[in-house]
């Protein structure tokens, strides 16, 4: 069974605009953590933001917040005042503690941003 | 800062042939990873390594094997390079710790192709 799914294979937003990247996440574990991260066309993957499920508020980073609902299984990413840099694939991954796989990131497929100027 | 390094940007081979991916991290992590990256599939886990010659399968270990003899270095091997394992590689490490430690820093990746 798919872990994380990202519901949105592209998405468009106009420059300096707000934009919501959905991502769900399946697991029975009480303790996770849940990560998002920015590929640009260079390829290299760049770490935004963490949010653990203990976590009493919602992580942000600058323009980046995490709009955590436990009781969904959402960990959606907004992106605010959008620029055109923004413009990359952005990848939801979560950690959840089993056995030796407890270091593992498990991926969503990803989403791709283009921002319009 | 955290550095990930990955020995080539772009590889090319022929079928057949012996490959090695090289990647060195400079934050005395103890975790490193191997990944692909194919479109449509997203990051897939190769092999992962928690500390000295130390390794654990990932989702598709079949036609890879790894090697960790230093702590800061970790390596792909392909034995006999196929058409199919065309494909981004990309190199990961992160700190055994919790919470915003866990996150896993990436190399810049090395695009394969196998001819």
Known sequence: AQKITQT??????????AVTLDCTYDTSDPSYGLFWYKQPSSGEMIFLIYQGSYDQQNATEGRYSLNFQKARKSANLVISASQLGDSAMYFCAMRDSWGAGSYQLTFGKGTKLSVIP | ????????????KRTGEKVFLECVQDMDHENM??????PGLGLRLIYFSYDVKMKEKGDIPEGYSVSREKKERFSLILESASTNQTSMYLCASSSSGTGNKETQYFGPGTRLLVL
Do not use: A, I, N
């Open chain 1, 8 to 17: 949105q294979p592209g998405m468009f937003v106009q420059e300096k605009e």
């Open chain 2, 1 to 12: 800062d955290v550095k990930v390094t990955q020995s080539s940007r772009y590889l090319v």
């Open chain 2, 33 to 38: 990873f191997w990944y692909r990256q194919d």
